[in-house]
């Protein structure tokens, strides 16, 4: 309900539920609780009266088909970020015979990594919420206009962050250490990878789609694929190339990720499109 509760001579707006919590089945009478709006305080011991308003709906139940298919979605979710992880900790342990210089410059460098990712997993985000939400209420056109959207301001955000860690790279992985060796290290990571992220969050993107869609199985193959790839080619290309091997073998995964998941991702945003317009 829509309410107005009165507390010490002052009315607040409020929300209220009336009922008996059927998820759990355990109230055998109904039970008020009310949230007052712009207040904050204890309210132990406190008379307060309340009027209701407007009714908005009735009480839900949570379903346990609902349930089960938002552990559905939290597993492989979860199964797809520890397999991320892994082939990180699997190429990171390649780096050893390198030297311990290169393998703290690497991790200075995933550091950074992990800032810019935040902007790239922003949008993603939203992007899983938009799709979400439109395409419950059927608005199929405006979720490829999204698509469209985040795909520029991906775009447009690797555009300037990579232009400052080809730049400067050294600069910004030496705010992390002074150590003239590990800065030389993630200097040659982070600048060579510096638009070789454009990749990255084109893939962050694609995930996002497929991710507010409900696919996640796609989103966790691909995944898996990627990480494999670049596992297998930082065994082969490291003894060679050093931390440009990494560089390569991490790339390649990025660009696999797109290809499997990109086309795909423009076959399914045109055929929603489609779906709209024969309705």
């Avoid at 076959?267 to 499109?273: G, N, S, V």
């Amino acid at each position: 309900y829509r309410a107005e509760a009165e507390l010490d001579g002052r009315r607040y707006p409020a929300c209220v539920n009336i009922g008996v919590h059927p998820t759990l089945g355990a109230l055998q009478a109904p039970v008020l609780e009310a949230n007052l709006i712009g207040f904050s305080g204890n309210l132990y011991g406190k008379e307060l009266a309340v009027w209701l308003e407007e009714h908005i709906r009735s009480e839900l139940r949570f379903e346990r088909r609902m349930g089960g298919m938002v552990l559905s979605y939290a597993w492989a979710a979860a199964l797809q970020q520890a397999v991320v992880c892994i082939g990180r900790l699997l190429v990171q342990g390649m780096l050893t015979p390198l030297g311990t210089n290169t393998v703290t410059g690497y991790n200075m460098s995933l550091r950074i990594e992990q800032f810019l990712f935040c902007f790239s997993q922003g949008v993603s985000a939203a992007m899983v919420v938009c799709l979400s939400q439109n395409l419950g209420h059927g608005d199929r056109v405006r979720v490829r206009r999204f698509y469209r959207v985040s795909v520029c301001v991906e775009a447009a955000l690797i555009a300037v962050l990579g232009t400052v860690c080809f730049l400067f790279p050294s600069q910004i992985v030496g705010l992390f250490s002074d150590n003239g060796e590990v800065i030389a290290a993630g200097a040659r990571y982070t600048g060579t990878m510096a638009y070789l992220y454009l990749f990255a969050y084109m893939g962050e993107v694609i995930q996002g789609f497929f991710r507010g869609l409900g696919r996640l199985r796609l989103t966790m193959v691909a995944s898996l694929l990627q990480v494999v790839l670049r596992v297998v080619l930082s065994y082969f290309l490291i003894p060679v190339w050093g931390m440009y091997g990494i560089c390569v073998a991490v790339a390649s995964g990025w660009v696999l990720l797109v290809l499997i998941e990109g086309s795909y991702s423009v076959r399914t945003a045109r055929a929603l499109t489609m779906e709209k317009r024969e309705e």
